[in-house]
């Protein structure tokens, strides 16, 4: 079953415009992590934002999560083309920490250079 | 190695034979994960090892679909009879587990699985 949703489905934009990409998940969770995949690639760990944290920075990523909307986003600010990739957010498929992850449908991002 | 090692990269194979996919984990990782791609998709989950624990094998679409992982090593991935929809990337990952709470999981670059 689908637990995480992202939104848009694709994104494009200009190099040095910021993207931002939505997540929405059904049930309570412990954390809520983001994941890139370039083309023909594997995923790669962006960065983990826990249940009681609000707001989240890595480098140009920010990411917000807000439990009572079970919602979360991904900013990345003064895109580079290099940054064209998919982005995926995942969380486990409940409360609990069972170490499973589940995956949403993912936001292709295509940054114009 | 320092990541996870997925073989065949490629694999071609006829309607109705059987493959085996392999992974290779990060040592000391005791979760492994398999998960399906079709393309231009998101990631479907397969199976899920968590060290001595009874693999979560709920994501599997079917009996044609099974998975083994011996301790906490090498895993692999063993389609039956294949059809064409089995076609997509088979990917791998390996996490920490529940030894590290919330540890992030590092894929492999997957398998690509096409049935002709």
């Known amino acids: 079953s689908q637990q995480g949703e992202e939104d848009p489905q694709a994104l494009s934009i200009q190099e040095g415009e910021n993207a931002t990409m939505n997540c929405s998940y059904k049930?309570?969770?412990?954390?809520l992590q983001w994941y890139r995949q370039n083309s023909g690639r594997g995923l790669v760990h962006l960065i983990l934002?826990?249940?009681?944290?609000r707001e989240k920075h890595s480098g140009r990523l920010r990411v917000t999560l807000d439990t009572s909307k079970k919602s979360s986003s991904l900013l990345i600010t003064a895109s580079r083309a290099a940054d064209t990739a998919s982005y995926f957010c995942?969380?486990?498929?409940?409360?609990?920490?069972?170490?499973?992850?589940?995956f949403g449908q993912g936001t292709t991002l295509q940054v114009k250079p | 190695g320092a990541g996870v090692s997925q073989s065949p990269s490629n694999k071609v194979t006829e309607k109705g034979k059987d493959v085996e996919l392999r992974c290779d984990p990060i040592s000391g990782h005791t979760a492994l994960y398999w998960y399906r791609q079709r393309l231009g998709q998101g990631l479907e989950f397969l199976i899920y090892f968590q060290g001595n624990s009874a693999p979560d094998k709920s994501g599997l679409p079917s009996d044609r679909f099974s998975a083994e992982r011996t301790g906490e090593s090498v895993s692999t991935l063993t389609i039956q009879r294949t059809q064409q929809e089995d076609s997509a990337v088979y990917l791998c990952?390996?996490?920490?587990?529940?030894?590290?709470?919330?540890?992030?999981?590092?894929f492999g670059n997957g398998t690509r699985l096409t049935v002709t």
């Open positions: 995942a969380t486990p498929p409940g409360p609990s920490n069972t170490g499973k992850l589940i």
């Open positions: 049930t309570s969770i412990n954390n």
């Open positions: 990952a390996s996490s920490l587990g529940v030894r590290g709470a919330n540890s992030p999981l590092h």
């Open positions: 934002i826990r249940s009681n944290e």
